[in-house]
């Protein structure tokens, strides 16, 4: 069934097919922009299948892009081409698909295999399969592809960036320092070119039957006669959570975790950021003639820088790692615990970006938003509510957080902080929604207004 020999030149005369059959993938992020060209980067045969690092050229960058092959002279479905070599049609695969490689996968990192000079497979402590040889794609995701074999769900990184990837090194470090909350990981696979490393899958504890918050809460909500309680149970929840993973994450000793003091151009970037998002979300709505109260237009960034760096001036901002894209759906609810999953951070952002400490504050934030939006799905704008909501948060966070000095400032001028980053989610999401949901924008939009309205004079 398998064709293992050496096929380069073939598939390299194959690229066409090969562009196209990633380009109408949901993990290709290039959509937008038009392709000049694309190359193999790299070509590992691991006998069995091939390895292929592609190189896509556009007109001011590239980008590189994971693809395993499975070579057959069978006919399955999910073929991206074929040629034919001794009168012998040679079928072409995305091996994402087939159990064979999914096995291939567990065996190596089972086996810490680190013989091949370009792919490695670390083991870590807590690897751990049974004897389930089930297997199955999820259809669901965007970045990347995962699928279910051993108790175990294996995420295939399909967008590709040189250095560690913190949805493997921040969650395994929360493993090592008894935070379980996080899923376990299990093993992983690695590109090495010279001394510089991409990270290929990501093996990990598969939570079977769990549903994330998001998705739970919005069925259960649904004519729910106590919204408001559950809302109150909920946000103390998450606050408790989210207060924990902080407070490990700053306790973690090793160079990239210890905390460090935040400066001027650390909050001047999150300022940037909000200026950006809502200039171009402004420019938008005068554009299709939608309302907004003027305050938007109004705005005095240098008040705002002002009133920052008055806080900067009179007290030392701690720094962390951070999840970095924080939210209910990033919360799996499993046998009546919760799990935080998924610290790649923003996708569209560098490696060195995802890796950036921030302030814990924007994981705050990016939750206290969610639950806001999840109150906003159902029609209801009640910034009374959301005001109960980020209290009662960030009183229960405190608490929780002060068992560590990264918050060694009064609660005045941290709830200042947290306006910053909560208007910047919300800036972020109002760009987001004019771009994919126009239908939504009334819900970062009311945020704004108030928030500006009734905090930043």
């Not at 049974?130 to 995701?141: A, G, L, R």
């Not at 992983?188 to 510089?196: V, W």
Request: net charge negative; hydrophobic share 35%; proline share 2%.
């Amino acid at each position: 069934m398998r064709i293992i020999t050496d096929y380069y030149d073939y598939l390299n005369n194959s690229l066409y097919d090969i562009l196209n059959y990633i380009k109408n993938k949901r993990w290709y992020g290039d959509k937008s922009l038009n392709e000049k060209s694309m190359e193999i980067y790299d070509y590992i045969n691991m006998n069995d299948f091939i390895i292929l690092i592609l190189k896509i050229n556009f007109d001011d960058k590239y980008s590189l892009y994971y693809l395993p092959l499975f070579l057959s002279e069978s006919e399955y479905d999910n073929k991206i081409t074929h040629f034919n070599i001794n009168n012998k049609k040679i079928n072409v695969y995305d091996a994402f698909y087939f159990k064979e490689f999914a096995e291939f996968i567990v065996k190596n990192i089972e086996n810490n295999k680190k013989n091949n000079l370009k792919i490695e497979f670390i083991k870590t402590k807590f690897f751990y399969k049974n004897d389930s040889n089930d297997f199955k794609t999820i259809n669901s995701e965007q970045s990347n592809s995962s699928f279910i074999i051993n108790s175990m769900i294996i995420k295939n990184y399909r967008y590709l960036q040189y250095g560690n990837n913190p949805d493997i090194f921040v969650a395994l470090k929360l493993n090592e320092y008894s935070f379980y909350n996080v899923p376990e990981i299990y093993g992983y696979m690695l590109y090495k070119n010279g001394n510089e490393i991409i990270c290929l899958a990501n093996a990990m504890q598969y939570l079977s039957n769990s549903i994330d918050l998001w998705s739970y809460y919005v069925n259960y909500l649904k004519d729910n006669e106590n919204f408001e309680d559950e809302i109150i149970k909920l946000t103390d929840n998450m606050s408790y959570i989210t207060g924990n993973m902080a407070y490990n994450l700053s306790r973690i000793s090793e160079p990239d975790f210890i905390p460090g003091v935040m400066n001027i151009d650390d909050i001047s970037y999150i300022i940037d950021n909000i200026d950006n998002y809502l200039k171009k979300s402004l420019k938008y709505m005068d554009y299709q003639n939608i309302n907004y109260n003027n305050i938007l237009k109004d705005m005095d960034y240098n008040n705002i820088k002002s009133i920052i760096f008055n806080i900067f001036k009179n007290n030392k901002i701690m720094k962390t790692r951070v999840h970095g894209d924080y939210h209910l759906g990033q919360i799996l609810l499993y046998e009546n615990n919760y799990y935080i999953i998924d610290f790649e951070g923003e996708p569209v952002k560098t490696i060195e970006e995802r890796n950036k400490k921030l302030s814990p504050l924007k994981d705050a934030a990016g939750m206290i938003r969610s639950i806001d939006y999840l109150i906003g799905s159902f029609n209801i704008n009640d910034y009374n509510l959301f005001n109960t909501v980020k209290n009662r948060f960030m009183d229960n966070y405190i608490r929780i957080v002060s068992k560590s000095n990264i918050f060694n400032i009064n609660t005045d001028d941290l709830l200042k902080l947290l306006d910053i980053f909560l208007l910047e989610k919300a800036s972020y999401e109002l760009y987001y929604e004019i771009n994919n949901r126009p239908s939504w924008i009334k819900i970062p939009l009311n945020f704004i207004e108030s928030t500006l309205k009734n905090y930043i004079k």
